[in-house]
């Protein structure tokens, strides 16, 4: 009733089946200590630096001043000193990208400035796909990126 194909064909199934139990009891064990961390522990271990201390340290090491940052950026002196003032405080995605462009970061730099405010530049947006290519492009002027998103009947930055 079994030919040697048919042998194979179940020995496979087998071992496959077998291997996905060991790494579903390898999973269950993960979790159940998972469990056992205490979740304030947690979270000091994976806590990163706030957006308000990621922005202002860029701005330290940029060696600029504040003004100069939100001026550039287009954003009026009371909505910078509620960034400054809250540490909780979260900006629109746009106001991010504007800092990082005014600051003229690296798009890795503008990939952490995001992540600290939970954003990120999507490969599938046209968007942001245009502001990955400024950054990687050094382009910064906000005229001729508003004239690129312009160009793809997007809204201006700023």
Do not use: W
């Not at 200590?33 to 979270?43: A, H, P, S, T, V």
């Not at 509620?82 to 995605?93: E, L, M, Q, T």
């Amino acid at each position: 009733m079994f030919d040697q194909e048919l042998l194979l064909e179940l020995q496979t199934y087998i071992e496959n089946h077998l291997s996905f139990q060991i790494l579903e009891s390898v999973s269950f064990q993960k979790s159940e200590e998972l469990q056992n961390i205490e979740i304030e522990d947690f979270i000091k271990i994976k806590r990163q630096p706030t957006f308000n201390q990621t922005l202002f340290r860029f701005i330290d090491k940029k060696g600029t001043t504040d003004s100069d940052i939100y001026k550039r950026a287009g954003i009026d002196r009371r909505h910078f000193s509620k960034i400054r003032s809250n540490p909780d405080y979260k900006p629109k995605k746009n106001t991010v990208i504007a800092l990082a462009l005014a600051l003229e970061l690296t798009k890795k730099e503008t990939d952490k400035l995001l992540s600290s405010a939970g954003y990120s530049l999507s490969d599938s947006d046209t968007f942001d796909l245009i502001i990955q290519f400024c950054l990687e492009k050094k382009i910064y002027d906000f005229y001729h990126i508003n004239q690129a998103l312009d160009y793809f009947s997007l809204n201006p930055l700023i």
